[in-house]
T-cell receptor
Framework: NAGVTQTPKFQVLKTGQSMTLQCAQD?????MYWYRQDPGMGLRLIYY???????DKGEVPNGYNVSRLNKREFSLRLESAAPSQTSVYFC????????????FGPGTRLTVL | QKEVEQNSGPLSVPEGAIASLNCTYS??????FFWYRQYSGKSPELIMS????GDKEDGRFTAQLNKASQYVSLLIRDSQPSDSATYLC???????????FGTGTRLQVFP
């Protein structure tokens, strides 16, 4: 039981490049989330998926897209990376949206030059 | 005003002491409150959740909620150096079903 897994762990991009962050959970959770964490800013929600087939914007969705591929997998795509997207990205999942415990993946440290 | 506010610290306490971490929130209808612990370079992990006014105890940890004052706290008794981490307060904003996190309080427990 791996919990929540994320790939890659580290990534360096040049401005304008695109990439997809992958997330998978094996806990049969319905809801999944993408956060970014910046120094002094705490965790901020980018997008979330309350259940398979649905996605919604969080606090800071600009510059990102998501896909809920199936119940297990939720990917985050940066179409044209910018230095402001340098951050640590965490994926999380929970059995239900909102009031339930969220379990976090190990994070992806992204640097955009 | 930020929706969830925490003092960034660091809060330094000696080993064996009680550490008190505080959090205030702005949304009056919030019903669900969480404390996460995050070690440096690691991901957040849940310590406590609390949903009703009063105290909730789990081992050395006690969460306290006062909805009238819009205040939630975490007490850590018999603090250990292994408790040194950043503690994140999170509040579920009911009308959106999303968690809003505070910026975290860094706790340092010295031997």
């Amino acid at each position: 039981n791996a919990g929540v897994t994320q790939t890659p762990k580290f990534q360096v991009l040049k401005t304008g490049q695109s990439m997809t962050l992958q997330c998978a959970q094996d806990m049969n959770h319905n809801s999944m989330y993408w956060y970014r964490q910046d120094p002094g800013m705490g965790l901020r929600l980018i997008y979330y998926s309350a259940s398979e087939g649905t996605t919604d914007k969080g606090e800071v969705p600009n510059g990102y897209n998501v896909s809920r591929l199936n119940k297990r997998e939720f990917s985050l795509r940066l179409e044209s990376a910018a230095p402001s997207q340098t951050s640590v990205y965490f994926c999380a999942s929970s059995e239900v949206i909102g009031t339930d415990t969220q379990y976090f993946g190990p994070g992806t440290r992204l640097t955009v030059l | 005003q930020k929706e969830v506010e925490q003092n960034s610290g660091p809060l330094s306490v000696p080993e064996g002491a009680i550490a008190s971490l505080n959090c205030t929130y702005s949304d009056r209808v919030s019903q669900s409150f969480f404390w996460y612990r995050q070690y440096s370079g690691k991901s957040p992990e849940l310590i406590m959740s609390i949903y009703s006014n009063g105290d909730k105890e789990d081992g050395r940890f006690t969460a306290q909620l006062n909805k009238a004052s819009q205040y939630v706290s975490l007490l850590i008794r018999d603090s250990q150096p292994s408790d040194s981490a950043t503690y994140l307060c999170a509040v579920c904003i009911d009308n959106t079903d999303k968690l809003i996190f505070g910026t975290g309080t860094r706790l340092q427990v010295f031997p």
